[in-house]
């Protein structure tokens, strides 16, 4: 079974700041499909980046995810307000389709 | 517009079964080719991929959850629903219904339900 370690478990920078979220799979993720999302308290997940690097519609460009195999990264070039929230990486190339267990991104 | 609605008990006795629909307006289930999934997130933790099903009734699920897991769907409702028996604590969670972003995968949910938080008490 895959587990997805994200790291680091939290992250905290200023709006205006670059911001590098890991996810790390225990195996390959067959054909890069990762996927990450963004949740506010609240709220249903948004979801950002699929396929490792395919933003989904109405995403800024601030926003790209990079990776392959089993090690995936999720960068947003400069920090937004609204950006502060958990981010969560998925793999669904396999079942069970595991989430890691999240990226706190909160303000410095 | 496509939109996604849970509906269901929002108290469950534990031993008992939580049921949850989910009803899809703006696409119609059987016509499609997605998996339309279930995902949880209990209180103060992170997400958790319950289970998919296909618009003919081929399913996925979480082997965590053992054999608690019935996912079905009711193309004439465009409904469908999640059963989850002998419910503990541990079940007490918000409960999301998603479509994925593309057809013939089970990830990637662009499409979300509003979630609904079910607690299981006695």
């Known amino acids: 079974e895959f587990v997805l370690t994200q790291s680091p478990g939290t992250l905290s920078l200023s709006p205006g700041d670059r911001a590098t979220l890991s996810c790390r799979a225990s195996?390959?993720?067959?054909?890069?499909?990762l996927a990450w999302y963004h949740h506010k308290p609240g709220q249903a997940p948004r979801l950002l980046i699929y396929g490792a690097s395919s933003r989904a519609t109405g995403i800024p460009d601030r926003f790209s995810g990079s990776g392959s195999g089993t090690d995936f990264t999720l960068t947003i070039s400069r920090l937004e307000p609204e950006d502060f929230a958990v981010y969560y990486c998925q793999q669904y190339g396999s079942p069970p389709y595991t989430f890691g267990q999240g990226t706190k991104l909160e303000i410095k | 517009q496509l939109q996604l609605q849970e509906s269901g008990p929002g108290l469950v006795k534990p031993s008992e079964t939580l049921s949850l629909t989910c009803t899809v307006s703006?696409?119609?289930?059987?016509?499609?080719?997605?998996?339309w999934g279930w995902i949880r997130q209990p209180p103060g933790r992170g997400l958790e991929w319950i289970g998919s099903i296909y618009s003919g009734g081929s399913t996925n699920h979480n082997p965590s959850l053992k054999s608690r897991v019935t996912i079905s769907v009711d193309t004439s409702k465009n409904q469908f629903s999640l059963k989850l028996s002998s419910v503990t604590a541990a079940d007490t969670a918000v409960y999301y219904c998603?479509?994925?972003?593309?057809?013939?995968?089970?990830?990637?949910?662009?499409?979300w339900g509003q979630g609904t938080l079910v607690t299981v008490s006695s």
């Open positions: 998603a479509r994925p972003v593309m057809e013939w995968l089970a990830g990637g949910f662009d499409n």
């Open positions: 195996q390959s993720v067959p054909a890069g499909y």
């Open positions: 703006g696409d119609s289930i059987s016509s499609s080719s997605y998996y």
